[in-house]
């Protein structure tokens, strides 16, 4: 129904940037939130950002400052641009979809991709 993949992650050291992109496809009509989490080794997965299709955003407060979440709502994509990266951001970075409206009218939820690397070293 819905596919996410991610690109972006990639190896850099502290006080440096990335910008992770996340697209879906599928039956899409609407996506209502997409979002951004993280899962560091013996972690739990944990929110970084998401972003309605109103563009209301909502941020952990570890990234606040230093990570913006944006979107492009007609192509179903979304971005996580990176700054200021600490070896604590180090995590494999998920791209979520909830609330989605296929074609058909069927809302579906909670949609993952396969998940981008990024490490950060001090």
């Known amino acids: 129904q819905v596919q996410l993949v991610e690109s972006g992650g990639d190896m850099v050291q502290a006080g440096g940037f990335l910008r992770l992109s996340c697209a879906a496809s599928?039956?899409?009509?609407?996506?209502?939130?997409m979002g951004w989490y993280r899962q560091a080794p013996g972690k739990q997965r944990e929110l970084v950002a998401d972003i309605t299709r109103g563009g209301r955003t909502n941020y952990a407060d570890s990234v606040k400052g230093r990570f913006t979440i944006s979107r492009d709502t007609a192509a179903h994509t979304v971005y996580l641009q990176m700054n200021s990266l600490r070896p604590e951001d180090t995590a494999v970075y998920y791209c979520?979809?909830?609330?989605?409206?296929?074609?058909?009218?069927?809302?579906?939820?909670?949609?993952w991709g396969q998940g981008t690397q990024v490490t950060v070293s001090s």
């Open positions: 979520n979809a909830d609330r989605v409206l296929l074609y058909g009218g069927t809302y579906v939820h909670d949609f």
């Open positions: 599928g039956s899409i009509f609407r996506i209502n939130v």
